[in-house]
């Protein structure tokens, strides 16, 4: 592994720390005694910005280039994380370290996801891609295992994740700011009108549907399940119920690094196709009224789920490669799913039960799995 290809998935480790948005939900939701929808609005706010920065950010990378936009993402992340440090007193002050938190995530991704394809080589950007998503699991995966682990054997409370992750951020930005990356550059700059009528294209418009969708019903996942095992199965919401996210980033994490490996010799639409199938399995497991049942079918989800993110985004990018700034701006504008469809399953939850709140995610894979069946029009 080269420098430049190492400077680049610390930036995909940091990128995993805005999943924590997943876990805060159960956590946050029993600190300050929220209601479901109040907990799930916690989600809205880390990703509301993504709906907001990623195609102006995209247009700014156009112009700066990647590298610059990379170092401003951390630093936003690197504010926003700061800010609990000097103490955590409110359910306000808590949902501003999220948004901020939310931002960087989201100028990471707009810059993350298409500056690996400049350090692949032909043919590679799917597997390097996946490999990268396999990193940012592993950030993702902190959010649960550093509180469980603190908690369960330090004594100390979830709070402690914050100067972690600060101390990472900050060595990330070093690095990145002292490696000379070449970028790939495109003959014409892009504009919003340029970014937004791909999705004239019906194959990009379907495509960042899907990713609207599957970030949505990830973060259903990964913040609902903490609650389900509390309230279905009376597990500990801050050590025991926190591992059973750790579950459900460990199954990402194993699936996304299997699925690099994979690439190698299976064709990306292929095994998109049987990632879905999986993951659709795995959800109708965690409506079995039993917990080794349920458990199992959020491992199986996870490991489905795993790649269905660098799937769509690589295989939308490789269809137009000329556009790929352009792309990963509408690409990670539609990680906003993740503010918009975990409420809803907070709603129907409160309406119904914790359990039956997980069909919102269910008919999400439906929709994804209709992705499957649908060509890419590659430019000639």
């Not at 610390?10 to 029993?30: Q, R, S």
């Not at 795995?282 to 660098?310: E, M, Q």
């Not at 504008?333 to 409160?350: H, K, N, S, Y």
Request: aromatic fraction near 12%; hydrophobic fraction near 55%.
């Amino acid at each position: 592994m080269n420098r430049k290809t190492f400077a680049i998935l610390l930036a995909f480790l940091c990128m995993g720390f805005g999943d924590a948005v997943g876990p805060f939900v159960g956590l946050a939701k029993e600190q300050f005694a929220l209601s479901n929808f109040e907990a799930q609005l916690i989600a809205f706010m880390g990703f509301i910005m993504f709906g907001l920065l990623s195609v102006p950010m995209g247009l700014v990378q156009d112009r700066t280039g990647k590298k610059f936009v990379l170092m401003l993402g951390l630093a936003i992340a690197l504010l926003g994380l700061i800010l609990p440090l000097f103490g955590l007193s409110s359910y306000a002050l808590f949902l501003l370290t999220i948004l901020l938190l939310g931002a960087g995530a989201a100028i990471l991704q707009v810059a993350g996801n298409p500056i690996m394809r400049d350090v692949s080589e032909p043919g590679k950007y799917s597997r390097n891609l996946s490999f990268g998503q396999f990193i940012k699991a592993i950030g993702s995966l902190s959010g649960s295992l550093i509180p469980f682990a603190a908690a369960k054997w330090m004594g100390m409370d979830w709070k402690v994740l914050f100067p972690v992750y600060v101390a990472s951020l900050l060595i990330t930005l070093i690095i990145i700011g002292f490696t000379k990356i070449e970028e790939q550059k495109t003959d014409s700059p892009a504009t919003f009108r340029s970014c937004f009528s791909l999705l004239s294209n019906r194959f990009i418009l379907l495509m960042v549907l899907g990713i609207f969708v599957y970030v949505g019903i990830e973060i259903c996942l990964s913040s609902g399940v903490p609650i389900l095992l509390s309230s279905h199965y009376g597990i500990d919401l801050k050590t025991w119920g926190l591992l059973g996210n750790a579950f459900f980033f460990i199954a990402i994490l194993s699936g996304r690094f299997l699925g690099s490996v994979i690439l190698t010799w299976m064709k990306p639409r292929t095994f998109f196709r049987l990632t879905v199938a999986l993951s659709i399995l795995g959800l109708l497991l965690v409506f079995v009224d039993n917990r080794v049942i349920t458990l199992v079918g959020v491992f199986l989800t996870g490991l489905g789920f795993a790649n269905i993110f660098p799937l769509i985004f690589s295989i939308t990018v490789d269809s137009m490669p000329e556009r790929a700034n352009e792309i990963s701006g509408l690409m990670v504008t539609a990680i906003a799913g993740g503010a918009f469809i975990p409420p809803l399953m907070g709603l129907l939850a409160d309406a119904t039960s914790v359990r039956f709140g997980f069909i919102v995610p269910l008919i999400g894979i439906g929709f994804i799995a209709l992705l499957t069946l649908v060509k890419p029009k590659v430019q000639e």
